[in-house]
């Protein structure tokens, strides 16, 4: 591309000039890469040629016009980010495993039922090195699972009911971790200025709040909240007990439930079976369907 | 009929019995993890440590009772493998296969660039945030390499965005804290092939049977009707494709009913982006909302821009 444009600005044929610049556009529009330097070669042919015609002054200068817009697709980072992450997934993992992929596209069979953090830090698919296929996975703000509710929480609700209902998951892993913004925030409350969604989210915690306060009154807010990350777990694997198909499955042993907690800031991954709750709370009543 | 959860009050590990903090449970209190069974990690340089917890037994004397405990555990799991299981696995065989996961996290990513998850673990500054189905096949880490710290990630059955006026909802809490709080500039919304929810959105009967999937994924229903407009003549898996790439560009028009979203996407603070992965090909196709076009339209159809498809 480079040495296209070096020839131009050798060349003094205007109208070969011409029909060569349409030829860089449609090359540079497949190629994206020498976008810049295509651009910067026409620049310097209005710079230093200055036997062009005005036709061919205005030609080129259009040509220049129209290429500096079709520069944000190829040049923004964030999209050269997601598709270097795609093309290495493909070649590395895709391309040289086709009998599972080919599988996997027939249907998923997977392991575990995962609850985990939306923060960025935590991907379980990450730390834990789970392969497509092997974890069925939601993430929200602080892993928090709701209490059975079709009308509030419906979409954890249709997770896990597409999860044992429909792909036996025999495993159930809710994971917390260190430093969690969604816990902070369920400790700090209630704060002057709100914010609508988070706060109603939150408050899925508050029996879990409601303990720590309660057994570690004299800790700093921040030992304070680290308890919380991991009662909130079991305030999670807890509620897990409020939808039928859970109580269901576990009384015939066909699904076990799980906790974790994630700490990255020491490198360290903690992992419990749910047996006994620890949160006192009063009898929960059946659910009413709908 | 569910019954009622197991109380056990009585032997309540956190509760008062158990929770006379004395000074010496209160410092094994802080520099440990509380009530884990197991724990994976490096001390210090290099050892790996297991180390069995009870959760009654976090505050007192913790080798013995835990070994004591272990015991009673494996005595447990004997009588569960004598019972007809058909696929629950044994406890230890999920400890050992989660130890060995994150052991090879430890070893090959987390040690390898220490410094970079130290300065992670003070403050996450994403550049996405990420709305993806819970299909175990279509994790965004796997198949577009995000690495820790790049994207805040929702995932929910069938990848939905429910509009504003729906009401606080698991997404839209994310949303907020994604948008407002770390103040991400690019969400992107990722459908896929054979989407177990949208396949339920299009199979759905109006038959007054209801179940959690059905509460769900009605949130998708305009893209059901442009789907099944679209697409009448051709058959059902056909008209499912439709509706997964259709409710794609639905979420992304509900994202725009959030007024704190718009206000950043109207500035060019914020872009929305679509994404949708075939994993039958291997195929990713990507799409930007174009707002300004999106807008004058008025009817509330969706104008996309920078297509791109990566096979």
């Given at each position: 591309m480079y040495s296209v444009t070096a020839e131009l600005c050798s060349s003094s044929c205007t109208s070969t000039l011409i029909s060569q610049l349409v030829c860089i556009k449609e090359g540079v529009t497949m190629a994206g890469q020498s976008l810049d330097l295509a651009i910067q070669g026409l620049k310097e042919l209005l710079r230093e040629?200055?036997?062009?015609?005005e036709v061919a002054v205005a030609k080129i200068e259009k040509l220049v016009d129209e290429l500096q817009r079709i520069r944000p697709p190829f040049l923004d980072p964030v999209v050269i980010n997601i598709r270097n992450g795609f093309n290495e997934f493909k070649i590395n993992k895709f391309d040289k495993n086709p009998d599972l992929y080919n599988k996997l596209a027939e249907g998923q069979n997977p392991k575990y039922l995962v609850f985990a953090c939306?923060?960025?830090?935590?991907s379980p698919t990450y730390t834990l090195n789970f392969?497509?296929?092997d974890a069925f996975m939601v993430r929200n703000i602080a892993n928090m699972v709701p209490q059975f509710d079709q009308i509030r929480y419906s979409g954890t609700g249709a997770a896990i009911e597409y999860a044992i209902n429909?792909?036996?998951?025999p495993n159930i892993l809710v994971i917390g971790h260190s430093r969690c913004g969604g816990i902070k925030r369920l400790m700090e409350l209630?704060?002057?200025?709100?914010?609508d969604f988070i706060d109603d989210w939150v408050k899925i915690g508050l029996p879990a709040k409601v303990k720590v306060l309660d057994e570690?009154?004299?800790?700093?807010f921040y030992e304070q909240c680290k308890f919380c990350e991991l009662v909130s777990v079991y305030n999670s694997l807890e509620n897990l007990r409020t939808y039928p198909y859970v109580v269901r499955e576990e009384k015939e042993n066909r699904l076990r439930l799980y906790g974790g907690y994630y700490d990255f800031v020491k490198g360290e991954f903690s992992i419990w079976k749910h047996e006994r709750p620890i949160i006192p709370r009063p009898p929960i009543l059946p659910p009413r369907p709908l | 009929m569910a019954s009622p959860a197991p109380l056990a009050l009585s032997r309540d590990?956190?509760?008062?019995k158990s929770l006379a903090l004395s000074s010496n449970s209160s410092m094994e209190l802080q520099g440990t993890t509380l009530g884990a069974s197991r724990i994976f990690g490096y001390q210090l340089k290099s050892e790996t440590h297991l180390r069995l917890f009870a959760v009654s037994r976090?505050?007192?004397?913790?080798p013995l009772r835990a070994s004591r405990d272990h015991s009673s555990m494996t005595q447990q799991l004997e009588n569960a493998r004598l019972e007809t299981v058909t696929k629950a696995e044994d406890a230890c065989d999920i400890f050992n296969d989660l130890k060995d996961r994150f052991l090879s996290f430890k070893k090959n990513k987390y040690m390898e660039n220490i410094e970079h998850f130290q300065n992670l673990a003070n403050a996450q500054a994403p550049m996405f945030m990420v709305i993806a189905c819970?299909?175990?096949?279509?994790?965004p880490s796997n198949?577009?390499?995000?690495?820790?710290?790049?994207a805040f990630m929702i995932r929910n059955v069938a990848n939905l965005v429910p509009p504003f006026?729906?009401?606080?909802c698991e997404t839209n809490a994310a949303l907020e804290f994604a948008v407002?709080?770390?103040?991400?500039?690019n969400l992107l919304v990722i459908g896929h092939s054979c989407c177990g929810g949208i396949r339920a959105l299009m199979g759905?009967?109006?038959?007054g049977s209801t179940s959690f999937i059905k509460s769900w994924v009605i949130v998708g229903k305009n893209a059901r009707t442009k789907a099944r407009a679209a697409?009448?003549?051709?058959?059902f898996d056909q008209q499912c494709k439709h509706c997964e790439k259709e409710s794609v560009n639905h979420s992304l028009l509900n994202l725009l009913t959030y007024p704190w979203i718009e206000e950043k996407v109207a500035k060019g603070e914020l872009s929305i982006h679509g994404g949708y992965y075939d994993f039958t090909e291997c195929t990713f196709e990507k799409w930007s909302l174009d707002y300004s076009e999106s807008k004058k339209d008025g009817n509330g159809r969706f104008a996309a821009k920078d297509r791109m498809l990566w096979c």
């Open positions: 040629k200055e036997e062009l015609n939306s923060d960025s830090r935590v392969q497509p296929g429909a792909l036996h998951v209630p704060q002057d200025d709100a914010f570690f009154p004299n800790y700093d | 590990p956190f509760g008062s976090s505050y007192q004397g913790l819970a299909d175990s096949r279509v994790c198949i577009l390499g995000f690495q820790p710290g790049e006026e729906n009401g606080p407002n709080t770390l103040k991400v500039e759905m009967e109006d038959d697409a009448s003549s051709l058959d």
